[in-house]
């Protein structure tokens, strides 16, 4: 799976250094732009396989990701948005 963070969105590096920690066979990048400008001004957010996933803050962006990784829905509808 590929999860893709902007390096404008705020807690993206502690949020990615995590992830790579526990799952090292994950492709995780920062990227200039992932193309989610409006969800990314709004708070933590990441593109998991083409999949927009939020989180109101760091932590629970990253619990929204491993529950996708584990094929299980994110905590909150609200939270997951695909475009």
Sequence with gaps: MKVRFCKH??????????????????NV??????????PCKKGPVAVVDGITVRG???D??????????EGNSPQEEIS???D
């Design 9 to 26: 969105n705020k807690g993206k590096n502690k949020v990615a250094i995590r992830l790579g920690e526990v799952y090292p066979d994950l």
């Design 29 to 38: 990048k920062i990227k200039d732009c992932i193309k989610k400008c409006g």
């Design 56 to 58: 109101e803050d760091g």
């Design 60 to 69: 629970e962006l990253y619990q929204n990701i491993v529950r996708m990784l």
């Design 80 to 82: 997951l948005s695909i």
